[in-house]
């Protein structure tokens, strides 16, 4: 068995996909193309042949940990790391870390999202293997890079430095763009989409972490003889509502100097919009997207229609909507507006008591 | 028992108001407002106290017999007059009065449908009750007009003859009419609304089918020694096929010279469309109607959302349209090209067979 060790990621709720990911069943749980497999399980088949699947955990919210038992028979319960509250990724990946380093000293960690779409499974596979012999060998905190093929302004973006070969040390990480900058960024050839994968060896973060988050390190070196043992929960229960609420990619990522990108091309999407989700699905020629359900389309265009499996919608004269429906819940939007979804979910919970999150 | 009959139309298959009306169960089926009563159910409460129970007859298509049992258990087998097929109104009125006459020559008889809307019942019950005395008296086809509200542009019209009582003679049936000629119609104070509600005694109707409707007649008069009998149906079954499809009101209401119109404003709706019943529900301040379902709008006006009761809506962006959902099928489209509903049923049988009809 290698080193290597994958933390996954799964503890979002979606609320940009209502109603179709819900508080009681986030989008990462959803078989979203109608494969038959979540996005979670995709994840973890594309990961496998990297990781060996008894070094593979799933950080979650304790709520969730029936349904990856669900979905992931065979990943033993001690595998599901599960956070008593949200608080944002940094302390997501230290509990993480710290659970791994009370199990061995020496390893390898990929740490990745479990509702990502990813196209070319081969090239992702030859890409994390690259970065996992990258920081085996290097102190270094590597992350990927995927080619931008659009001025997508809803994602991050890295700028590298100057050079020949693909794995290059970053210069600067950026913020969600306008429309005008991603396309000076796009052009300029400098830049990366900032996908949220990260690899690194378990000294490269530790002391990372000692040194730019030790106020979200220490609670958990403070309860190390409790990890890996049947006491860990009750732990991290304890500790867990104490953390800063911070993102790895603040916290470390952009303060560290040794950070590094690997641009890769693997058909990355964070399908983190229905806009995503429509541009990622096959659509006819009027641009209609069709998820799951049969639609007939008339006089209409650049729509996404999402109902449940054997239903059929029919829809006339609108363009450019949102119309998905999932479990007594029918959402009509437009698609420019789909960040408001997020307003309609906080104000459908406090109308109906959460009848319908 | 008086000798008051009241002949329901229960026949039609609703397809104007798709997905909520379904051939398996059409508008006059369901429970439209909500009230615990479908429409079919409020038609009969409001003519009891005119009719005795077992003088009505429901006269619909031989598939919606056990709909009908269900609905009105109160109802006799031998009250429920199947049509094997469809004829439009005057065969199906030809048939109810020769099974009447089989069973008595003396018989004041109205005849309705069965899915209309009716706000002021009081009102209806004393005009219906002084149009059952005027045909009992007099050799009269009656006809029930509502005074307009608006330039309906859906809608027959009725000129009367000028007078001052409410019960005048007929001088001309109009067809709907565009809405120049509507404006005319309405500021003339000469029309009033076709409300397709009829009251006639036996003798009058019967000579008037006998003089402009016989190739309609003639086949009942033959199978007359069937009616009343078991052999009914099996008689009916074998006819029926053969009659034309003609409508009471083109056959004789157009032809006769003792057609009178009862002017009356009992707040009436064929609640034929979609349009129609937005225009009659509670409506909120941005003229939004929500039917059965929770529905939250924004940015959102002139819309009619109709989803099965305990569901959820939410509707951003959108105007003047219909949503509806009923049992697997979702229909958006918009308002004004409602009269397209039609044919997405037709594509939607062809394309799956049926499946969503």
């Known amino acids: ?21 819900r508080n009681s069943c986030p989008k990462q749980f959803l078989d979203f193309f109608g494969t038959g497999r979540s996005l979670l399980q995709m994840t973890i088949d594309r990961i496998l042949p990297l990781v060996p699947m008894e070094h593979i955990l799933i950080a979650t919210n304790a709520s969730y940990r029936s349904l990856i038992r669900e979905q992931l028979p065979e990943i033993s319960d001690s595998q599901i790391l599960c956070e008593p509250v949200r608080r ?28 990502a779409l990813i196209l070319d499974v081969e090239e992702f596979r030859s890409m994390i293997g690259r970065g996992l012999l990258f920081v085996e060998k290097n102190d270094a905190l590597l992350t990927i890079g995927m080619r931008p093929t659009r001025p997508e302004t809803g994602y991050g973006y890295i700028q590298f430095e100057k050079g020949e070969d693909s794995l290059r040390k970053v210069k600067t990480f950026t913020e969600k763009p306008n429309r005008e900058l991603a396309e000076v960024f796009m052009q300029s050839g400098e830049f990366l989409w900032n996908a949220g994968i990260f690899l690194w060896n378990m000294q490269s973060i530790w002391r990372c972490f000692e040194k730019y988050l030790p106020d979200v390190l220490m609670p958990f070196v403070k309860i190390r003889k409790d990890l890996g043992t049947p006491e860990e929960q009750r732990a991290v229960d304890r500790i867990f509502p104490t953390l800063p609420s911070i993102s790895i990619d603040y916290g470390i990522m952009e303060k560290a100097d040794n950070v590094y990108v690997l641009a890769a091309d693997f058909g990355w999407s964070d399908l983190g919009t229905w806009g995503a989700l429509h541009g990622l699905s096959e659509r006819d020629e009027n641009n209609n997207a069709t998820l799951h359900c049969n639609a007939d389309y008339y006089d209409a ?32 939007c ?23 999150n």
């Open 1 to 21: 068995m290698n080193n290597n060790w994958c933390v996954i990621m799964a503890g979002g709720i979606g609320s940009r996909f209502w109603p179709y990911s």
């Open 334 to 356: 437009r698609k420019q507006d789909e960040q408001e979804i997020r307003h309609f979910v906080d104000d459908a919970e406090e109308k109906y008591n959460g009848k319908y």
């Open 88 to 115: 944002n990724t940094a302390p997501c990946i230290a509990y993480a870390v710290a659970h791994i380093r009370a199990l061995t000293d020496d390893a390898n960690i990929l740490v990745a999202s479990s509702d």
């Open 301 to 332: 265009h650049g729509n996404i229609v999402a109902l449940e499996s054997g239903k059929l919608a029919v829809v006339q004269g609108i363009d450019d909507c949102i119309i998905a429906e999932s479990d007594g819940v029918l959402l009509v």
